[in-house]
């Protein structure tokens, strides 16, 4: 998948979907690459009781986005599988969209290791995550 075009990267993730929880939370998928990517997602919706982003939203939006990204490094017939994360959380959104972008810090044959900073409509960093996919053979 490393080799294609953007917009047959764009048309896969259309055709494969980013799951049920993503498509809750209107997390939606702007560029991908094996080393790179941004999403969006929406604040309305994704809010805890104080009106504030949950931080678990922010980890949500960026594991999806990291886990795509390290699943086009897997490569055709492999895919990546989540097996650590972690999230320093520095502020907080009300409203508006909010932006992950992701870049790769490790991509190997087996593990890949992407940090992905989330950042509200004005250019405020809210979240750095750092996500791990361990990559393995599809099973029939």
């Known amino acids: 998948m490393a080799e294609q075009t953007p917009e047959e990267i764009m048309a896969w993730v259309r055709d494969r979907g980013l799951g049920e929880l993503a498509d809750k939370m209107g997390i939606e998928i702007l560029e991908l690459t094996p080393t790179s990517g941004i999403a969006t997602m929406p604040a309305e919706g994704n809010r805890q009781p104080l009106g ?4 678990g939203a ?16 897997a490569g ?3 895919h990546a599988v989540g097996i650590e ?19 790769a810090v490790s991509i190997g044959r087996t593990l890949t290791t ?5 950042d509200d409509d004005k250019g405020n960093r809210l979240s750095t995550i ?11």
Do not use: P, Q
Request: aromatic letters at 4%.
């Open 114 to 118: 992407h940090e992905i900073a989330v």
């Open 130 to 140: 750092r996500i791990t996919n361990f990559l393995r053979d599809n099973r029939d």
């Open 85 to 103: 994360i972690n999230a320093s959380h520095s502020k907080s959104a009300k409203g508006g969209i909010v932006t992950a972008t992701a870049k």
């Open 76 to 78: 055709v017939g492999r």
């Open 58 to 73: 922010y980890v949500v939006l960026a594991e999806t986005l990291g886990s795509m990204c390290a699943t086009l490094a």
């Open 52 to 55: 504030l982003v949950h931080g």
